[in-house]
């Protein structure tokens, strides 16, 4: 079986620590039954992933993924400024 992906569109928003200096960070992007856990920022409207396969409809699709973002040097995510 082969799935053909024609169209994608929307974020895929993944929560980050904030206000800690490191220099690796665990991301876990969470779904279920293909919708993303977190659709929207607080206060902002829907921002979801959306997929066409071939010639069919755009439905709501979700990714499920726990990846480590390394840098080279330590960052933080400030949630204050």
């Given at each position: 079986m082969r799935l053909l992906c024609s169209n994608r569109d929307g974020s895929i928003i993944v929560p980050v620590k904030t206000n800690k200096m490191a220099a690796t960070q665990?991301?876990?992007?969470?779904?279920?039954?293909?919708v993303q856990k977190t659709t929207k920022f607080e206060g902002l409207p829907l921002d979801y992933l959306s997929t066409q396969f071939g010639a069919g409809p755009t439905e709501q699709s979700g990714l499920a993924l726990t990846t480590t973002l390394t840098a080279g040097e330590a960052f933080e995510v400030n949630s204050v400024y």
């Open positions: 665990s991301l876990k992007f969470a779904a279920s039954k293909g």
